[in-house]
């Protein structure tokens, strides 16, 4: 049941924080960059209090669990840093569309690194949940030559999301959730800050804006502390596929939301047909791990 809770938060929130993105970067709101940077910096600080205060044990042990762990955080930073340039020049459908081959690049990374093995089921399911986000996306997929470099932002975060859930997979052990998420927080953050800087001076809000600071901190409590957390707690029971899974369900929840919010965005019978076709291969996806686990316990 902790599992199920834990990815029913991360979809949910996770769904969310892309309209919050949107509100923080807004005209007048933070830096595209240095808005992540601020974002991973809070969440580190409060995980950090967390762990100095006694909670996140066990902790990771030894120089080479830490660098590794440290390595992971890097990768995350990386990812954020591309998909946040990415959405500087392409549109959200792309993006989404983009970040819907995550799974079947998760499926690829688990094979070769011998993470976990990947079944066929796993591949199809994946496959028809992004035949549903191009349904969705459909009329939002044409990219100019000078928005090719948007894709490439995209699928360089997608490799590295990828790289670094294996590696937190394969090195993480038993460390606790907390702990592990503060050191890659952490190291997220200063990766971000160290983009931020390569692009020029820095120059912040002040005083600070009241909507795009809450949807800031939203961004790194919530859609960082609580989330990470959940996310790396699940990560240690389930698969790396069935974990996946969540970046197929975000963009299309994320749809959602900003048709409840946002004036300009309609649904159409066709996005409720790609929502239909997406859902249905998660729900093949999970399906197929929980038929396979419980004929797993009967024998």
Known sequence: MPV???YVVCALVWSTTWFAIRVCIADGGYPTLPAAAIRFSIAAL???????LGFGRPRPR???QLAWLATAGAFNGIAYAMVYRAEDTLPGGVVAVVFGTYSLFTAIGASLTSTERVRAMDVAAAALSLVGMAVIFWDRLSVSPEQA??????LASVFASVVYNIIFKREAGNVNPLSSTALLL???SLSLWTASLTRGPIDLPWPPPVAPTLALLYLAILGSVVTFACYF???????????STLVLIQPVLALLV??????????VARSYLGVAITFSGVALALGWKWHSARRAAAR
């Open 4 to 6: 199920v809770v834990c």
């Open 46 to 52: 409060v995980l950090g209090a967390l762990v100095w």
């Open 62 to 64: 030894g120089r080479r």
């Open 149 to 154: 470099v948007g894709v490439v932002f995209g």
């Open 186 to 188: 952490a190291v997220s």
């Open 233 to 243: 707690y699940m990560l240690k029971r389930v698969t790396l596929m069935t974990a």
């Open 258 to 267: 900003d048709a409840m919010w946002e004036d300009e965005v309609r649904l």
